[in-house]
């Protein structure tokens, strides 16, 4: 059964740490996206990557995020310096595009607390 | 910009009875895919069902169903012998060529099944 994973699946962390978020797509699947979920905002895109090269980062905050794909099977989201507004559940998706659209598959999110 | 829209923040129903979760979307693209997603308390999302916009037949997984309406813009998910495990918050979702590979969810509406 192929899923998505993802490490931490919880962090507590204080302002100002560093904070990287794992993700392992699916395999196969050739796109990865980084999403963060709040009460107040809903589920926002943050970046996308295709083939490991991203495609659409205007959803993350450029400061202090970077998401990155050092290998087709892990993607990364960093937060340096973390503040308490970051604090969210972030999920990983992945799919394949072939021909036609894809479908996303979700991982089971990491959820971060930043005091 | 693609839209869309959840009108009913909240739905209740009989355990063993059925409810239809209403999904209305604002396109002008005419390839696209519609999702409906289930998010439990678990907070891991979960693809539910999936709706190629080409295809006229209405997807079918199980017990859950949905009403496509192409040319009303919209997409209803029915569920039939609801049970306890239904219980969760509901997202629709659109993806469009033109929106690359960009989910727009919407607000989503929450399930309660009662015993």
């Known amino acids: 059964d192929a899923r998505v994973t993802q490490t931490p699946r919880h962090k507590v962390t204080e302002m100002g740490q560093e904070v990287t978020m794992r993700c392992q797509p699916i395999?196969?699947?050739?796109?990865v996206f980084w999403y963060r979920q709040t009460m107040m905002q809903g589920l926002e895109l943050l970046a996308y990557?295709?083939?490991?090269?991203?495609?659409?980062d205007s959803g993350m905050p450029k400061d202090r995020f970077s998401a990155e794909m050092p290998d087709a099977t892990l993607a990364t989201l960093k937060i340096q310096p973390s503040e308490p507004r970051d604090s969210a559940v972030y999920f990983c998706?992945?799919?394949?595009?072939?021909?036609?659209?894809?479908?996303?598959?979700f991982g089971p999110g990491t959820r971060l607390l930043v005091l | 910009a693609q839209t869309v829209t959840q009108s009913q923040p909240e739905m209740s129903v009989q355990e063993a009875e059925t409810v239809t979760l209403s999904c209305t979307y604002d396109?002008?693209?005419?390839?696209?895919?519609l999702f409906w997603y289930k998010q439990p308390p678990s907070r891991q999302m979960i693809l539910v069902i999936r709706?190629?916009?080409?295809?006229?037949q209405n997807a079918t997984e199980n017990r859950f169903s949905v009403n496509f309406q192409k040319a009303a813009k919209s997409f209803s998910l029915k569920i039939s012998d609801s049970q306890l495990g239904d219980a969760a918050m509901y997202f629709c979702?659109?993806?469009?060529?033109?929106?690359?590979?960009?989910?727009?969810f919407g607000e989503g509406t929450q399930l309660t099944v009662n015993p």
């Open positions: 998706a992945s799919g394949f595009l072939g021909r036609g659209l894809e479908t996303q598959y």
């Open positions: 395999l196969g699947h050739n796109t």
């Open positions: 990557f295709r083939n490991r090269a991203p495609l659409d």
């Open positions: 396109t002008s693209e005419s390839d696209y895919y």
């Open positions: 709706q190629e916009a080409y295809k006229q």
């Open positions: 979702a659109y993806n469009g060529r033109t929106s690359g590979s960009r989910l727009t």
